[in-house]
């Protein structure tokens, strides 16, 4: 550990005397000396990264389930919105221009309004890897993230993320399939435009909901931002439906690029944390489903939800 603590330091170094990385804060992968295993190390700021024990994403294992079906439907404003599509070089990024009229996102598991501020999008150099959330080990695609934070206690996203109850992450998983929505194809048409590390393009009339399936039944938990510093303040809540993206729009997900024009560097892909140990948290859910047959999935406690969920049946 101290070896590579102290490589990892040496590394660092060399690559801000030769300028390649603008600035420290970005000096983070998904992969070797810089990936999560070590994100709590390359910076104090980050060490809930590697000692925290509420982060995200996390496996959602349905046998543990805790089945609490007063948890109304989640509530995402329709309006259309403008904003910019930016290869951040560690991620695909739709950023609301704070001018548009503001998205809020409330109900299910939230005591709070909370402002829609981005999407990033997570996804696989193959099919079967690419999101952050995985259901019973098993990964998707691609996964869409929604983060908003909370514009009752707080004014911005910045201030909000190290805050309690700041930040809300919306996760849909994402499949393969022969069609998209119109509003996802308003995004993924651009993605051309953007094949490099810093690289944007504006995009008008777009309405967040119009991303989403049905948000009636979903997965909730207290975790993390799953990027650095990895601050234990997002109620997540991952929905019980997933969207479609088609094969030629993966694949021009798989041509961007983590550098700049000048710096390509390597394919910008497989940019997921891998899931976190749960350790003491639990993980909610409204999905009821009827097909079980009988009142056995229910234990002695009657809250612990232990049959196959809904989801499960489109996990192909
Ligand atoms: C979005 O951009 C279009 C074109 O630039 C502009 O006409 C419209 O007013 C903008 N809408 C919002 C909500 O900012
Ligand atoms: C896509 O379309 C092809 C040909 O029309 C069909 O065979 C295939 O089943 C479709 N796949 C999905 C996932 O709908
Ligand atoms: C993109 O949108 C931003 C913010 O609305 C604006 O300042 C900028 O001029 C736009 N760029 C282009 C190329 O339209
Ligand atoms: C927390 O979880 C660990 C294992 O994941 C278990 O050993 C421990 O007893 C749990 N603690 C509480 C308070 O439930």
């Not at 550990?1 to 490589?7: D, P, V």
């Not at 056995?296 to 406690?301: E, L």
């Amino acid at each position: 550990m101290a070896k590579i603590w102290l490589f990892s330091i040496i590394l660092t170094l060399v690559s801000h005397t030769i300028g390649v990385y603008s600035s420290w804060e970005e000096w983070w992968t998904y992969d070797g000396i810089s990936g999560p295993d070590y994100w709590g190390l390359l910076n104090p700021e980050w060490k809930l990264c590697n000692r925290g024990r509420r982060q995200s994403p996390v496996d959602i294992e349905p046998s543990i389930l805790l089945y609490d079906p007063g948890m109304g439907k989640v509530e995402v404003d329709k309006q259309k919105v403008n904003g910019t599509l930016k290869n951040t070089g560690h991620s695909v990024r739709f950023r609301l221009d704070p001018t548009s009229p503001a998205v809020m996102v409330n109900g299910g598991p939230l005591s709070y309004k909370y402002r829609v501020h981005e999407i990033l999008l997570h996804y696989g150099r193959t099919d079967d890897k690419g999101s952050e959330h995985t259901i019973s080990g098993h990964a998707f695609p691609a996964e869409l993230q929604i983060l908003g934070y909370n514009n009752q206690l707080y004014d911005s996203m910045v201030e909000a993320m190290p805050k309690t109850q700041g930040v809300v992450g919306v996760a849909v998983m994402v499949q393969i399939s022969n069609s998209s929505s119109p509003d996802l194809r308003l995004l993924t048409s651009q993605l051309d435009k953007i094949i490099h590390k810093g690289q944007m393009k504006n995009i008008t009339h777009i309405s967040i909901q119009g991303l989403l399936p049905d948000t009636s039944q979903f997965m909730t938990y207290e975790g993390s931002t799953t990027m650095p510093g990895c601050h234990e303040t997002v109620t997540w809540i991952v929905l019980n439906k997933p969207i479609y993206i088609t094969k030629a729009e993966i694949f021009l997900l798989r041509r961007l690029m983590q550098g700049d024009e000048a710096h390509p560097k390597t394919i910008l892909a497989n940019n997921y944390r891998p899931p976190q140990p749960l350790y003491n948290r639990s993980v909610r859910t409204n999905v009821f489903n009827h097909d079980i047959g009988d009142n056995k999935c229910f234990d002695s406690r009657k809250l612990f939800y232990r049959g196959n969920v809904g989801f499960i049946h489109w996990i192909e």
